[in-house]
């Protein structure tokens, strides 16, 4: 998202810097094709309760965007209001009592950044200019999550511009049926989030990461083996394995095994990276770097600078899965071997998460996520390329449980999002609070 320092305004269709402005919303440098009628960049609280109240008074949906990292480009849509929450993103960190209220335009590497200066700790996107709106909203998978909760499950309020252009507080006591919807609707969410508060952590004492690298001819060797240790890695340690076509240090199609870790000391680090060394595929890799102390804002860029580049057109898909990977690996060969050109990438993450979760509506994940990021920065592609992470996440689906709405793409393949059960749950809050269906629903939903 290309974010302006200058004064928001309302921009008509139409207008000479209308494509600039709607455009330049969007991580993503693919052009949907959608317009809306109007985009309205709030400066405030008061912008958001004018826009609301507009919207419904001239019939308009509404569309969201605090970040502009939807892959999707959730809310770019056709007619209807395009709301830019990019200037909402004050910070405000109460050390005394751990806690901090944000803006949802506020950017994950500069909370990181302002957190760190009171060695403290919130899980964060993964990626430095991630919006927090966004990223919370569909529950938050970042830094330490598997050890530290989804960071929406840290979410202990939000103040938030409903349909009828009310602002209103939620939380465990007041609304707390917005606070529940608000912990994992994502882009379903039926209200503008204005502010979130945000219970903080201590900051880790040590922050690194150990790196191996493999040939992509090990891949069968290498996923076999990370599925069946994934189960026993430390609840701190990420254990991720990433497909490029200009791996690390090899500059050629590789697995990249990254796994950053977050611990109270060096020797608590050691211990839950060891699994890498000791593994009976290390002699495989082409290379393997020791633990290496790397703050969390290196690692925000460093994984924008290599993996997540900007100007570039992407397509992403995903799925969670409980199934062992030997199944799997036919598939997982046929993606490799027709991945697009870097940055195209492929992630499978090690998740495991824990048996139970606060009554929220975040309520779907599994053993393993598998995500295919298709990046393409040239005019001219192969349509194969264009279509390379849904066509896979297709033929696949038998063994999915559903999706991630990080990475969804409702609008190419509708698929399971949330737990039934929550879903209806959802649905007949949304009746309650939005009945004239003012903020836009879900591309493609499956129910």
Not at 330 to 353: K, Y
Not at 434 to 445: I, S, V
Request: neutral net charge; proline residues 6%; glycine residues 10%.
């Amino acid at each position: 998202m290309k974010r302006s320092a200058g004064k928001g305004r309302i921009i008509a269709k139409g207008e000479a810097d209308f494509d600039a402005a709607l455009l330049g919303t969007s991580f993503n440098a693919q052009d949907p094709g959608r317009r809306p009628a109007l985009i309205v960049q709030a400066n405030d609280d008061t912008d958001v309760v004018a826009a609301v109240r507009q919207a419904k008074d001239r019939g308009l949906t509404i569309g969201i965007c605090s970040g502009g990292h939807s892959w999707a480009q959730n809310h770019i849509r056709d007619g209807g209001m395009m709301l830019d929450l990019s200037r909402l993103n004050s910070i405000a960190i109460n050390a005394a009592d751990g806690t901090a209220v944000i803006g949802p335009g506020c950017l994950a590497g500069d909370l990181n950044v302002a957190l760190c200066r009171h060695n403290l700790f919130f899980p964060v996107a993964h990626a430095y200019t991630v919006g927090m709106g966004g990223f919370l909203l569909q529950g938050g998978f970042g830094w330490n999550s598997r050890a530290s909760g989804m960071a929406c499950q840290s979410v202990t309020g939000i103040d938030v511009v409903l349909a009828d252009g009310t602002l209103v507080h939620a939380s465990e006591t007041e609304n707390p049926e917005l606070l529940w919807a608000a912990r994992g609707a994502g882009p379903g969410f039926f209200g503008v989030v204005v502010r979130f508060h945000l219970k903080l952590q201590a900051r880790p004492k040590f922050v690194g990461m150990k790196v191996q690298v493999f040939r992509i001819c090990h891949l069968e060797a290498v996923m076999t083996w990370a599925d069946r240790v994934g189960p026993s890695v430390a609840p701190n340690a990420e254990f991720q394995l990433v497909l490029d076509r200009k791996a690390m240090g090899i500059f050629a199609h590789g697995i990249q095994v990254l796994t950053p870790v977050l611990a109270n000391s060096w020797a608590e680090a050691r211990a839950a990276v060891a699994f890498i060394d000791n593994s009976p595929i290390r002699k495989l890799a082409s290379f393997t770097l020791p633990l290496l102390p790397v703050s969390l804002n290196m690692m925000m860029k460093g994984g924008e600078n290599t993996l997540f580049l900007p100007n570039t057109r992407w397509t992403a898909d995903s799925m969670w899965m409980n199934t062992p990977v030997e199944p799997l690996l036919p598939a997982m060969r046929r993606i490799a071997d027709t991945q697009p050109a870097s940055p195209s990438h492929v992630l499978w993450l090690n998740w495991n998460g824990p048996a139970t979760r606060p009554d929220m509506a975040f309520s779907l994940e599994a053993r393993t996520y598998l995500a295919l990021y298709g990046g393409l920065r040239n005019e001219t592609t192969n349509p194969a390329d264009e279509s390379w992470s849904t066509d896979h996440m297709r033929a696949m689906q038998d063994h999915s449980v559903g999706i991630q709405l990080a990475d969804e793409n409702l609008g190419r393949r509708p698929a399971p999002f949330m737990a039934p059960a929550n879903l209806v749950r959802l649905d007949a809050l949304r009746v309650r609070y939005d009945p004239d269906g003012l903020f836009n629903p879900y591309m493609g939903r499956v129910p």
